[in-house]
């Protein structure tokens, strides 16, 4: 069964460092998605992509993220400079079409900045 | 505002008995899911239920809608170590404006003793 992958699946950064978060959606997919979640917290949304641009974003997805569909396989987040409270699990996610609402997970890139 | 909160908190139960959780939202939704996470892992899709349904089945799943009352319930019958986990609720908020984002509550902690 085709599924969504992310990598690294683990992440140590310095504070200030920039970092780059990989997904591969499912191939056939058209709609993306990246939420994170810190320890002991809710899921939250972040950003979500169609068509080669961000179609929402989230109070948290300030000028220090960017997202990016480099070549039509991957779509990365990218955080420039890292903050502590930025610690968190990282969760892209894909959807087949706009009215296919189920969203198909990746297994998390956990990021920890020191 | 906040959507898809479950309670209870934390459930513990033996195996072969029966698990149920329960998921409040407050605002009008077109469908509500909900996922399975392992400790420290990736979510994975249960089962979805749109606005026009009452009850649905998955295997040992049961998930209920209530849009009077802005609730869900998931049941697991039978359980089995292996379905401890974390289960949250989650929302779309497509009428919200357009957004297609998940709305996650904070998630019920399940463990099945052997």
């Known amino acids: 069964e085709p599924e969504v992958t992310q990598t690294p699946s683990h992440q140590v950064t310095q504070m200030g460092q920039e970092v780059i978060l990989r997904c591969v959606p499912i191939s056939n997919h058209l709609y993306f998605y990246w939420y994170r979640q810190i320890l002991g917290q809710k899921v939250e949304f972040l950003v979500s992509?169609?068509?080669?641009?961000?179609?929402?974003k989230s109070e948290i997805f300030d000028d220090q993220f960017s997202v990016e569909r480099p070549d039509g396989s991957n779509f990365t987040l990218k955080i420039r400079s890292t903050k502590l409270e930025d610690s968190a699990m990282y969760f892209c996610?894909?959807?087949?079409?706009?009215?296919?609402?189920?969203?198909?997970f990746g297994p998390g890139t956990r990021l920890l900045v020191l | 505002s906040q959507q898809g909160e479950e309670d209870p908190q934390a459930l513990s139960i033996q195996e072969g008995e029966n698990a149920t959780m329960n998921c409040s939202y407050k605002?009008?939704?077109?469908?509500l899911q909900w996922y399975r996470q392992n400790s420290g892992r990736g979510l994975v899709h249960l089962i979805l239920i749109r606005s026009n349904e009452r009850e649905k089945h998955s295997g040992r799943l049961r998930v209920t809608l209530d849009t009077s009352k802005k609730s869900s319930s998931l049941l697991i019958t039978a359980s089995r170590a292996a379905d401890t986990a974390s289960y949250f609720c989650?929302?779309?908020?497509?009428?919200?404006?357009?957004?297609?984002?998940?709305?996650f509550g904070k998630g019920t902690k399940l463990t099945v003793n052997p």
């Open positions: 989650a929302t779309d908020g497509r009428t919200q404006g357009g957004s297609e984002k998940l709305v």
């Open positions: 605002t009008s939704i077109n469908n």
């Open positions: 996610a894909s959807v087949a079409g706009r009215f296919q609402e189920t969203q198909y």
């Open positions: 992509f169609y068509n080669n641009e961000i179609s929402e």
